[in-house]
């Protein structure tokens, strides 16, 4: 499983989880096309799904954003979390992470390995940002 996450401690017009960068699409050239995308719960935390495929080559990507200590993979949802944060805690941080696996036969077997990864690794994410954002702040 290959985990991308990109942390913003102090979020700014450009320099944001939600934007315009932080989208699973293929690359401007069409190289690689979305051939699927939905929402996906797993356990009590939805992410959303993207199947992405380039000459035969498949693979299976997860996103979703934290913001504060709230996961959502509704940009419009982060965008709101991110207002409470700052009204409520004065915090202005927030993460879009992204877990993707090759699809080889079966889809499935690939979407079970995303879920076995994201379950043992959640906790920890939320607890090394969580003290990343601390450190800042000392």
Do not use: C, M
């Not at 929402?39 to 993207?50: A, P, R, Y």
């Amino acid at each position: 499983v290959q985990i991308s996450l990109g942390y913003y401690p102090w979020q700014s017009q450009g320099a944001e989880a939600v934007g315009w960068g932080n989208r699973i699409e293929g690359p401007e050239s069409n190289e690689w096309l979305v051939s699927g995308k939905y929402k996906l719960k797993t356990g009590d935390i939805s992410v959303t799904e993207t199947e992405i495929h380039r000459n035969g080559r498949k693979i299976l990507v997860w996103n979703w954003y934290l913001v504060g200590n709230r996961d959502t993979p509704d940009p419009k949802i982060a965008k709101i979390y991110g207002a409470l944060n700052i009204i409520l805690y004065r915090r202005n941080d927030a993460a879009f992470l992204t877990l993707a696996t090759p699809i080889y036969n079966d889809k499935l077997d690939s979407r079970r390995k995303l879920e076995a990864f994201f379950r043992k690794a959640h906790d920890d994410l939320h607890r090394i940002l969580s003290n990343v954002i601390l450190e800042i702040e000392i």
